[in-house]
C-alpha cells in the first residue's frame, strides 16, 4: 500500500531469478503459489533453522552480491550440519533498499545457483520487500535427521573430549585484513584469509556422520569460546583447553606471528563454521577414521570436566606455560581485547 | 565482531522473553539449542510461508508493539490459513535498531503470546540482529494439511464461482483514517477500520475446512482484484465480478457513502487477510452451510470464464450500470488511483 516495490516488478524479479531455484523441489509450486510443501523421509524429522545477515554488521557493504547470498545460504547450512542433518531446501526474505539495482539481484540469485548445485538444496519460497535501512537477507534451512537424533547443545558428559573441525580463526583475522589491521602480512596469506571470510564452508558432508559419535556439537559462529561455552552451559559442565591445541591454518599462524595478541582474535572471533562437538573418550578412534574418510581435519582440543562451584558452565584455556587465560564474558583479560 | 546486540543481551532477552514462548512444542528445545526440529502428523505434509513486515512500510513505527507482533504472525497465518493449513509453529527473525527498548520487546512478545494461545502455536526458534534501519520482522509459520491436498492458486476451472469470506476493503479505509484521509467519518465507523488495518483476522478455523470444496484458493493480502488476478494467472483464466457483490462493512459503507471513489481503494487496498476462493457451481450449498456452521460469512462475487484472446488472466468488475470498470495492472482507470 505504502513504497514496495510494484507488485509488477517484484514478480517479475522472482520470474526471473528466483523461480529458477525452484526447480526440481515439487513442492516449492514453482515459487507460483502462497506457500509450499516439504515433508521428511519416513523416520526421519525436519530440522529448521533461520539465521539473518544484515549489511554493515554481517557482510560488508561492497561484499559482491554473489557472496553475499552464498554466506546467507551457508550460515544455515553449517548449522545444520552441525546438528548431524542432511539439508534439502530453504525459504528466502530478501529485504532490499530501493537503490538495489538489477544487477545485484541478478549476481545475488548466481551465487544461490551455485550453492544450490553444490549442496543439493532448493529455494521453495519466499518474501522481497523494500525497506530505508540496509540490505538484510533472512533465510529458513531445512534439513533432516533420524527422529530424535539430532546433535543437541546439551548431550556433553565429564570426561568427554572436545574436538574441532578443520582451523579456526580464519574469518576473523580475515575481517582484520579488510578493515586494514593486518597491513605487514603477506599477500597470500591475507587472501586465504578473507576467502575464509566471504565465504564459509560448511561442513554439510560430514555433519550427518557425526550422529552417533557426537554427545554435543554446534557450529562455530560465535567464536570457539563463546560456543564451547553454550555446550558447557546447556550441559552443565566446565571444559578445559589449551591455546596451543586450537588448529590454526598456516595463514594465521603468520599473522599471529606478527603479533601474539592476534590469538584472542582467532579464538574468540567468530564466524568459524566449523563444527565443535564433544565425543566419550574411547571415540578417538572413530573420529580419527571419519576424518580419514571425510578429509576433514578433525583436532582434539580439550575435555569436558565436572565444574566447580565457583565456575559454573566455565571454559578454561590454558597457555604454553598452563597458566589459565581469563576470559570474562566481554572478552579475554590476558589477550587485547580488541577484534 | 561488529556492533550486535551484545551477546549476552540477547540471550538475556531471549532467556527472559522468547523461550517461554516455546513451551509446549518438545522440537522447539525451549530455544537453547541451534535448530529446531518438526515432522508432520502421518498422512499429512507441512506447509511453510515466509512474509516480512517492515516498520514504514508494512506499519507504522508508532504502532504499539502488541499489534505489530500480531500482524507480523497473522499475514502468515493467513497465507496457511487460505492454503488449507491448521497451523502449528513458527520461527520469528527480530531485526532491531539500537534504539529499540526492553520495554518495547516486551509488549512485542506479551502480542505472540496472546496470539499464540488464540491459534495454537508456539514459537520453535529464530534470530535477534541490530540494523542500522527500520524494525523488520521476519516470520517463517509451519502448518499441516493432508499429502497433496493444499488448495492451490492454480486449480480454478470455467465456470466456478468465486467466494470471499468476511468483509474486503476495511483494512486500507482503516489505513486512510490514520492517514487523516476520512476526517468526516465517525468516530466509531473510524475505529472499526482503523482496528482492522492494525490487526488481520485470519480464518484460521475456516481454511482447512475449505480442502475438498475449494478448487483454488489464497488470501486476500495484495488488494481483491490483484489476488483474483493471481487465480486467474495460475489457473489460465479470467474473472468477471461485479462492484456491488462485494461485501463490505458497514463502516466500509458509511466511509464509501461519503466519496464513491474510495470504492477503489477498498477494491484494491488489500490488508484484508480474508480467503478469496473458487468452488465449482454444484458447491453453493455446501459452501452457505459451511458459512452458517463456521460464523463466517462467505459472499459468491463472480464467476470464472475461460480468456479471450485478447483478455489473458483478466479479471473484469462491473459497475452498477453492467459497465467494466477498466483496470491496468497499476490501478483503477475507472476510480481515482489514489489510496
Redesign the interface.
Known amino acids: ?4 516495490p ?3 516488478g517484484e514478480f517479475e524479479l522472482i520470474e526471473r531469478y528466483f523461480a529458477p531455484l525452484s526447480r526440481g523441489f515439487p ?1 516449492a ?1 514453482g515459487l ?9 523421509a519416513p523416520k526421519n ?10 549489511g ?3 557482510f560488508l557493504p561492497d561484499d559482491p552480491a554473489d557472496l553475499v547470498a552464498r554466506k546467507g545460504l551457508r550460515v544455515n547450512l553449517s ?2 550440519a ?2 548431524g ?1 542432511v539439508p534439502r531446501a530453504y ?1 528466502l ?1 530478501l ?1 532490499l533498499p530501493n537503490t538495489v539495482q538489477e544487477e545485484w539481484i541478478a549476481g545475488f540469485a548466481a551465487g544461490l545457483s551455485q550453492d544450490q548445485a553444490e549442496y543439493g538444496v532448493h529455494l ?4 522481497m ?6 540490505i ?1 537477507i ?1 533465510v ?1 534451512a ?2 533432516e ?1 533420524p ?1 530424535g537424533r ?1 546433535i ?3 548431550g556433553a558428559q565429564a570426561g568427554d573430549t572436545v574436538f574441532v573441525t578443520g582451523t579456526i580463526g580464519d574469518a ?1 583475522l580475515g ?1 582484520s585484513v579488510l578493515r586494514a589491521a593486518l597491513p605487514a602480512l603477506d599477500a597470500a596469506s591475507a587472501a586465504y584469509l578473507v576467502d575464509r571470510y566471504h565465504l564459509p564452508r560448511p561442513r554439510v558432508a560430514l555433519g550427518p556422520q557425526l550422529i552417533g559419535i557426537a554427545t554435543a556439537g ?2 562455530v559462529s ?1 567464536g570457539l569460546v ?1 560456543d564451547l561455552r553454550h555446550i558447557c552451559s ?1 550441559s552443565g559442565l566446565s571444559a578445559v583447553t589449551e591455546a596451543r591445541w586450537v588448529p590454526l591454518s598456516p595463514a594465521a599462524c603468520t599473522a599471529i606471528a606478527g603479533d601474539p595478541q592476534r590469538l584472542a582474535i582467532a579464538l574468540t ?3 568459524d563454521y566449523e563444527i565443535l562437538f564433544t565425543a566419550p573418550p574411547g571415540a578417538e578412534a572413530r573420529v580419527a577414521e571419519l576424518s580419514r574418510s571425510s578429509g576433514v581435519p578433525i583436532t582434539p582440543i580439550g575435555r569436558m570436566v565436572v565444574s566447580s562451584e565457583a565456575d559454573q558452565s566455565g571454559v578454561v584455556v590454558l597457555d604454553d606455560l598452563g597458566q589459565a587465560l581469563g576470559f570474562a ?2 572478552g579475554w583479560t590476558h589477550f587485547s581485547d580488541s ?1
Chains 1, 2 share one sequence.
Do not use: C, H, N, Q
Not at 524429522?45 to 545477515?53: F, N, P, Q
Not at 520487500?129 to 540496509?134: A, E, I, K, L, Q
Open positions: 500500500m505504502t513504497p514496495k510494484s507488485p509488477s513442492g509450486y507460483l503459489d502462497d506457500a509450499a510443501v516439504i515433508s521428511p524429522e525436519l530440522v529448521v533453522k533461520t539465521d539473518v545477515i544484515v554493515g554488521i554481517d548449522d545444520l552441525a546438528k542433518a525459504l526474505d529485504i521453495i519460497g519466499g518474501d520487500s523494500s525497506t530505508s535501512g540496509p538484510t533472512a529458513t531445512f534439513g535427521a527422529i539430532i543437541r547443545r546439551g576473523a575481517l554446534l557450529d560465535d563463546a546447556v572471533g567468530g564466524d564474558s566481554e577484534p
